[in-house]
Each structure stands twice: as C-alpha cells, then as structure tokens.
C-alpha cells in the first residue's frame, strides 16, 4: 500500500493562500495520477485538481484560474497551491494517488487522512 502524508492546512482570509502538500511513500508501486479531492460539511467528495505522470492537468470549473496543482515525481510530492481563497473553498482536502503494483501488475488508489482549509469572509 501507498502511505499517504499531507500537510499544509490551516486557517487564512478570503483572497488569501495556501499551499498543500502529499508525499507518498511504499515500494513497489508505479504512481499515475495524482490529485486532490475537497469534501465540504453536508456535501459530497468532489475532485478538485488532477495531475496525470505526464503532467496533464484537470481542474474542477470552481477553481480554475485561482488553483495550480503540481507533482514532484523524484520526490513523489504532489502539491496543490491555491490562490484567491474564498469562503466556499472552506473543506477537508484530500490527497488521492492511483497507480500500479509493479509485482503483480493490479492497479490500486490509496487516500490521504485529509487536512481542513478554512477560509474566513
């Protein structure tokens, strides 16, 4: 399995920034996409930025313009920056990264624990 660990959360004004980071560990694994998924109170997960091994990128049309996602792949780092922070941007982050089991050749997704961003008006 694929250790997940975020960073990066916390609390900022509105049109404020915050950088988020995911490393991930284990052995074995071929890591593919990776990406960033955001959770708000009473609403469902929603995939916020993705960013494939070759670097091809996907945003959700809310954050387009204002969000940048990145990966480190020397580093298994994904990063995701995020500017012009709004009120409706307030939720758990999570870290998701999907891949392939070099030995075995199965693909697997693991998530990270999530980290809260918090965007005061």
């Known amino acids: 399995q694929v250790q997940l660990v975020e960073s990066g959360g916390g609390l900022v004004q509105a049109g404020g920034s915050l950088r988020l980071s995911c490393a991930a560990s284990g052995s074995n694994r071929r890591i593919n996409t990776m990406g960033w998924y955001r959770q708000a109170a009473g609403k469902q997960r929603e995939l916020v930025a993705s960013?494939?091994?070759?670097?091809?990128?996907n945003y959700a049309d809310s954050v387009k313009g204002r969000f940048t996602i990145s990966r480190d792949n020397a580093k298994s780092t994904v990063y995701l920056q995020m500017n012009s922070l709004k009120p409706e941007d307030t939720a758990v982050y999570y870290c998701?990264?999907?891949?392939?089991?070099?030995?075995?050749?199965?693909?697997?997704?693991?998530w990270g624990q999530g980290t809260q961003v918090t965007v005061s008006s």
């Open positions: 998701n990264v999907q891949g392939v089991r070099v030995t075995t050749l199965t693909v697997f997704g693991s």
């Open positions: 960013i494939s091994s070759s670097g091809s990128t």
